[in-house]
């Protein structure tokens, strides 16, 4: 659906996307996330050939992205936090006036989705809410029944409840779809998310299935009779290494029994006891991010 | 899809179309019931500058706001807008918004245009190509910039700060380009309408760069700096040397090639001939071509009429080097401007210290001028003054004797002569005068816009000779036409019948030398020639041009060739003797005109006869003196004819002057009798 090959974006001053490599398998839900000024946006842009790549490559529904043509975008939802819709239509005018460049705009689906997430037909899109925004902007991204919906951070600066009606609605209808999501709200999706690809410094750091990344991330926590004196190395594997008086946390990116046994009970000599358990989408990103962050502390 | 969006943007925006539209035909109502010359203190409208300048000047403005506004429904700079994920092509979006700016936008312009046409009772068909030509000029000089400007900006905010911006830019760019001497040489000629096409152009070159470039690269501050560079630089292209212009108006007239030959005076009043790529281009001295340069009026008339557009230089004869330049009115002959002498074919009227210059430093004068004859083939019923009869835009200009004299910039361009019912008799004067119109080869209606040309529904082939180019005069056909009601509340008509248009350069030699010099003619090829005085000219369908001397009493051929001869009178000699050749005497005649056979008519001033020379030379006597005064048909006498022109219909239009020394207009039949047609001594003619 799509794949990338080195792809790299520089501003004037500044390098945004450093050879991204990255494929979304068809009918999966990718999600992309990374810190703030990691670059997610910039790679939706430049897929969705709103933004053209200084080198490398993308290609989305086996098209070059710089030469989309009305026919792939008549398959792409495009979703986005900042996307501007004509002011000044209605929410009826407006999906009407979209509904002739779609050949597979379904009405009921519009009328289904209108009454379900309560949009006003006759109100002017200006004076609507944010969150009412972000519905008119799905209903018109899922009308057409796209074989690719794109979202760039769908959810953000909204409240619990839109954020909920949003996600499920999106699941209702994004069965057979690709979605590619990028998105902060990570417990929303981390249910349905099957890919995961994590953006750090416009670098694509990892990406691989969830239950792989599932697999191999663990938090860990070892308690040790007295207080241990901090390592002078750990594991790269390990990230947030903590020492709270007796007892030491951190999390394993590289899971593997043995290796951690290994490992731990070289640097901890008489551990008492090891409490390994599996971690949320949330707090692998946490991890990641601080990981990163005291890493450039330390440069 | 291309209709699907334009109503889109009507949805959006048709509160402002509305008020567009209504701005449009509201001001073309207003100009039209209010017209011209609603009689204010000096004789034009008290509210010129509504109607001409602020009226039409808020149409235009509204209409640049609203060609930005319908571009910025679907605004290009920015990566958020919700248009570019869509599958609308970009072609389609493209289309839609220009068949909404032509409908929409220009839509009420057209229809008001034809509807004033058609209510002035103007031919549909010059009506309509007349109104689309506007339309089109309109959407290319006025709307593609404002696209461009549409196609940078995201909001009306921004457009007009972008625009102020330009405006600021491009104020500085003009006035530092006008001080630094450089010219403007075919803003005020009959050429300034490809400057114009030339403007059209780059217009349609830069958005078929410039929107590619925003819609594929979305480099939105990199088209923006190209933008605003092109508008700022734009405005430069009139300061080109515009040679091109003058090349492709006589490409576009059929006259290619080269002048076969250029006349002029020289400062000894000699006239010489210069084969045209032999001239030497420039400030020297001694550059001569064309036109009949008589005289150097010393002083500016308190009244003048901008003919055409004369550039005035001062040339140290010793250096050869330009001392000053200035731009002057270039003054017509007799019948375009009253108070002339007779003996001023062509007046330079140099601006006093230009004048007090050249006489200190025994410079040499050179101008260059842009002469404009033209032909207008309509005859277009002209009411009375008071009737609002003369369009908004005609050139009009109130000349001596209270005549106004008016070219209209209607689709048919009526040139008329308009006299001022509330002048007293001896004021009127009537005269067949077309001033200082411009041409283009297509019928470019503007009408409206004063800054834009003349319109001329055809170009005239008969004019082939480029020996006519060097005309100056205006052959003049003077048609006298019934009114719709036949009740004589009808004026007159006047209908120029040649159309050429010529830049011209000569050396008006050192203005204190040629100062009272008399030499007589002389007959001879090239320099060797002499005129005395040359008033008149015409020519003749082999490209023979035939001057009148007038103080030497003779008739002068000027052969293509170069060749002058005395093709009938004794220089010098005085009478009224018919006969073939030098046997066949002169007095003091003014003008001459020629028919369809290249019959010469003579207007024999002092003899007061109009004189026929056949092509053989044999000269008779058509009318005049006791043969035309028959009271029983209604004969006149004339008494000092000074201009005669021919009609198709075979008769000669003559004008004249009464016993009160009023001009007055005649008309001689074929058989001889002279008629009255206008003037002070005619009972039937018009009182307000």
């Known amino acids: ?299 | 899809m291309i209709w699907h969006i334009f109503k889109k943007d009507l949805r959006l925006l048709w509160p402002m179309a509305a008020i567009v539209g209504l701005a449009q035909c509201l001001t073309a109502g207003l100009l039209a019931a209010q017209g011209q010359f609603e009689r204010g203190v000096n004789g034009f409208s008290q509210y010129g500058w509504v109607s001409n300048g602020a009226l039409p000047g808020i149409c235009l403005l509204a209409l640049v706001i609203l060609t930005v506004a319908v571009i910025q429904q679907d605004p290009l700079p920015g990566t958020t807008q919700d248009w570019l994920t869509r599958p609308i092509p970009r072609g389609y979006l493209l289309a839609a918004k220009m068949l909404f700016i032509a409908l929409v936008g220009l839509g009420p312009v057209l229809l008001s245009d034809v509807v004033s046409g058609i209510v002035e009772q103007l031919p549909l068909l010059n009506v309509i190509t007349a109104s689309l030509t506007r339309t089109l000029v309109l959407y290319g000089l006025v709307c593609l910039p404002a696209l461009l400007v549409g196609i940078v900006t995201r909001s009306l905010t921004e457009a007009l700060v972008f625009t102020l911006g330009t405006v600021v830019v491009l104020g500085v760019e003009v006035i530092v380009l006008a001080q630094t001497g450089l010219q403007t040489p075919l803003m005020d000629s009959g050429f300034a309408w490809t400057i114009l096409l030339a403007l059209l152009l780059l217009n349609v070159l830069a958005l078929m760069v410039l929107l590619p470039l925003q819609l594929r690269w979305r480099a939105t501050n990199r088209v923006r700096w190209i933008v605003a560079a092109y508008l700022c630089a734009v405005p430069a292209v009139i300061f080109l040397p515009w040679g091109i212009g003058f090349g492709l108006q006589q490409a576009l007239a059929g006259h290619a090639k080269e002048p076969a030959f250029a006349v002029g005076i020289d400062a000894a009043r000699k006239i010489s001939y210069t084969p045209p790529k032999n001239r030497s281009v420039g400030d020297g001295p001694g550059f001569v071509s064309l036109a009949l340069p008589v005289g150097v009026s010393p002083s500016i008339p308190d009244q003048v009429w901008q003919l055409d557009y004369a550039r005035i230089r001062l040339i140290d004869p010793a250096s050869g080097h330009s001392l000053s330049s200035s731009r002057a009115f270039m003054l017509g002959n007799q019948s375009l401007y009253p108070r002339a002498e007779p003996s001023e074919n062509l007046v330079v009227a140099l601006p006093v210290n230009l004048f007090h210059l050249a006489r200190e430093r025994h410079a040499t004068v050179s101008a260059t001028l842009f002469l404009t004859t033209f032909r207008l083939q309509s005859t277009k019923q002209v009411d009375l003054l008071d009737r609002g009869s003369v369009d908004e835009f005609s050139r009009c200009g109130r000349g001596y004797g209270h005549v106004i004299r008016c070219v209209s910039t209607r689709p048919v361009g009526t040139c008329t002569a308009i006299e001022d019912p509330k002048a007293t008799d001896r004021q009127r004067r009537p005269s067949p005068a077309c001033l200082g119109a411009t041409y283009t080869p297509w019928p470019l209606a503007l009408w409206r816009d004063p800054y834009y040309t003349f319109l001329v529904p055809e170009w005239v082939p008969e004019v082939q000779s480029l020996a006519a180019a060097v005309v100056s005069e205006v052959p003049m056909v003077i048609t006298d036409e019934k009114g719709p009601k036949d009740d004589a509340r009808v004026l007159r008509s006047y209908v120029a019948n040649a159309h050429f248009l010529r830049s011209v350069e000569f050396a008006l030699g050192d203005v204190t030398e040629a100062a009272g010099s008399e030499p007589k003619s002389r007959d001879g090829v090239g320099g060797e020639a002499r005129f005395a005085a040359p008033v008149g000219m015409t020519t003749d369908s082999h490209g023979n041009v035939f001057i009148v001397d007038h103080t030497d009493s003779i008739i002068r051929k000027v052969t293509s060739s170069g060749e002058v001869t005395t093709f009938a009178g004794q220089a010098g000699k005085t009478g009224r003797n018919d006969g073939q050749g030098s046997e066949a005497l002169f007095d003091h005649p003014r003008a001459i005109a020629v028919d369809a056979a290249d019959n010469l008519y003579v207007a024999d001033t002092g003899n007061a006869l109009i004189r026929r020379i056949s092509p053989a030379g044999v000269v008779s006597t058509v009318a005049g003196g006791a043969r035309s005064a028959q009271p029983a048909s209604g004969g006149l006498r004339l008494i000092h004819p000074t201009q005669v022109v021919c009609a198709h219909d075979g008769s000669l239009y003559v004008i004249d002057h009464n016993e009160n020394n009023s001009a007055v207009v005649r008309q001689v039949l074929p058989s001889g009798v002279v008629k009255a047609i206008a003037g002070p001594d005619m009972q039937s003619f018009p009182r307000n």
């Open chain 1, 1 to 299: 659906m799509i794949r990338t090959e080195e792809l790299n974006k520089a501003f004037r001053h500044q390098q945004a996307l450093r050879g991204i490599s990255l494929s979304v398998p068809e009918g999966s839900m990718y999600a992309l996330i990374g810190p703030n000024g990691a670059g997610k946006t910039t790679t939706i842009k430049t897929l969705l050939n709103i933004l053209l790549p200084t080198s490398g490559r993308a290609q989305v529904l086996g098209v070059d992205s710089t030469r989309l043509s009305p026919t792939e975008f008549a398959q792409v939802g495009y979703v986005s936090e900042g996307q501007e819709l004509p002011p000044r239509l209605t929410v009826g005018t407006y999906l009407e006036y979209l509904r002739p460049f779609y050949g597979t705009w379904d009405s009921s689906l519009e009328r289904t989705l209108m009454s379900e997430f309560q949009l006003p037909r006759d109100r002017a899109i200006k004076d609507l809410s944010h969150g009412m925004r972000m519905k008119v902007c799905l209903t018109s991204a899922l009308c057409y029944r796209p074989k690719l919906l794109v979202m760039d951070e769908p959810f953000s600066g909204l409240d619990p409840l839109v954020r909920d009606e949003l996600m499920e609605i999106l699941l209702q209808q994004a069965q057979d779809m690709t979605v590619f999501i990028s998105s902060h709200e990570l417990d929303e999706i981390e249910a349905s998310t099957t890919y995961v690809g994590y953006l750090e410094n416009g670098k694509l750091l990892f990406q691989e299935p969830m239950s792989a990344l599932g697999a191999r991330v663990r938090e860990v926590r070892i308690t040790l009779p007295e207080a241990p004196r901090p390592p002078p190395q750990t594991p790269s594997n390990w990230l947030n290494l903590t020492v709270s008086g007796n007892v030491v946390s951190f999390v394993d990116i590289g899971f593997s029994q043995d290796a951690l046994h290994a490992s731990a009970n070289a640097l901890f000599p008489g551990i008492q006891d090891m409490e390994v358990q599996p971690v949320a989408l949330r707090s692998i990103f946490v991890s990641l991010a601080r990981a990163s962050r005291d890493r450039e502390a330390l440069k």
